[in-house]
């Protein structure tokens, strides 16, 4: 990583390199899932920035680049949903990153759909894939994460079905707009910082999440 760095900037201070990681579970087979919507918003961002996401990394498709300034390494996991933690883990480790700089993007059954947050750190609420990467960062839960709503099973639907199951038109177009409000809340954070944007986007977002609650999908 230091060698990479001193390519960019050798007379300045670097600032702090964070690390995004979006979970999802790898093949076509899942590709537009509502569990794949992490993989989804590291897509946008890359695009975003041009970086691109040609490498592979700790069981991960993997990419670095700069924001700004900012040091920036993105990365989804190949280990499936579950396992999430088999490539995260070893990733922060490798760049000896303070899990405070390691940002994980994740679908939200508990949001509605397309409405986003940004908490600096939390349990796992059932979501798996957390779960795995909490347990390799030794119970560690002190990590900020993008939390991605793709909203709540209909009737009795099973989750795991519901999850597994890609986005009609409507839910589709929401996600759409939600990933470009992503991409723009990630660069907020990487140029003010985790808390001021935070708390700037978590207002907009509340007041969308009023606006969508009750509408269908």
Known sequence: ????????????????????????????KYAGTRHNVGFEMI????????????????????????????????????TYMNLSGESTGPLAAYYK?????????????????????LFDKGGHGSHKGLK?????????????????????????????????QKFNLTARQRIDEALQEGVDALKLLLSK????????FNKEQKYKHLRVQNLPV
């Open 132 to 164: 795995s990467v909490i347990y390799h960062f030794r119970g560690n839960r002190e990590f900020p994460r993008l939390r991605i709503g793709i909203g709540s099973p209909p009737g009795q639907m099973d989750p795991k079905a519901f999850l597994l």
């Open 43 to 78: 897509d946008a961002f890359a695009e975003s920035q041009g970086i691109p996401m040609n490498t592979a990394h700790s069981k991960a498709i993997f990419g670095k680049g700069f924001v700004g300034e900012v040091p920036v390494f993105l990365a989804k996991p190949q």
């Open 97 to 117: 990153l303070p899990l405070s700089q390691v940002l994980v993007f994740h679908d939200d059954m508990t949001l509605p759909c397309g409405v986003l947050r």
């Open 1 to 28: 990583m230091l060698n990479w760095l001193s390519k960019r900037c050798l007379c300045t201070l670097v600032p702090r390199p964070w690390l995004f990681v979006g979970l999802g579970n790898p093949g076509n």
């Open 193 to 200: 910082g985790f808390a001021e944007s935070a708390k700037r």
